[in-house]
């Protein structure tokens, strides 16, 4: 098993500019979850998912849009990328159908926009 | 928005115990707490999680006193492979909004 995968692994992007980060699971887990780690300091949550076609935002949800298409992928989108928006984005999945628990996470994608 | 606090860093010597502390004043009668493991450039792994007095895993064990408001993950015998950040986890009343990592505590483990 891959586990929790994301694409790509680094970007840059120039301000104005827009992209999708891209996370898959194999271990046919219910909730899905995107966050944000800035440089010395701990994650943050932009949005949950409990399951195909829901979504939650979460702490920093403004400037993202994200789209559970099926249960496996869980797809992350700036629109307008601004500086602001640098930061390492970890995907992560659990079993259960709340948020919490047991959370398995990706390797992480380092995002710098100029 | 959940609020945790833990110790910015600690040190520890090979051998020794380690024991790290959250505190979350404000949580639920049903939320769960929650602790990770993050080294450098990697994402964050599970180590435990608990409700309310012990729980004991074959890596630490997490103690949790009966008012909730702090819990203790405990280390046994760290070694090097140990250093890393330590982050508390809590949800308050199973909402995304209320989902809160804690800012982590540096563990820097000495031979």
């Known amino acids: 098993n891959a586990g929790v995968t994301q694409t790509p692994k680094f970007q840059v992007l120039k301000t104005g500019q827009s992209m999708t980060l891209q996370c898959a699971q194999d271990m046919n887990h219910n909730s899905m979850y995107w966050y944000r780690q800035d440089p010395g300091m701990g994650l943050r949550l932009i949005y949950y998912s409990a399951s195909e076609g829901t979504t939650d935002k979460g702490e920093v949800p403004n400037g993202y849009n994200v789209s559970r298409l099926n249960k496996r992928e869980f797809s992350l989108r700036l629109e307008s990328a601004a500086p602001s928006q640098t930061s390492v984005y970890f995907c992560a999945s659990s079993e259960q159908f709340r948020p919490g628990g047991e959370q398995y996470f990706g390797p992480g994608t380092r995002l710098t926009v100029t | 928005l959940a609020k945790t606090t833990q110790p910015i860093s600690m040190d520890s010597y090979e051998g020794q115990e380690v024991n790290i502390t959250c505190s979350h004043n404000?949580?639920?009668?049903?939320?769960?707490i929650t602790w990770y493991q993050q080294f450098p450039s990697q994402g964050p792994r599970f180590i435990i999680q608990g409700y309310k007095t012990k729980v004991t895993n074959e890596v630490a064990s997490l103690f949790i006193p009966a008012d909730r408001k702090s819990s203790t993950l405990s280390l046994p015998r760290v070694s090097l492979s140990d250093t890393a950040v330590y982050y508390c986890?809590?949800?308050?009343?199973?909402?995304?909004?209320?989902?809160?990592f804690g800012s982590g505590t540096q563990l820097t483990v000495l031979p």
């Open positions: 404000n949580i639920a009668t049903n939320d769960y």
């Open positions: 986890l809590v949800v308050l009343s199973g909402s995304a909004r209320q989902l809160t």
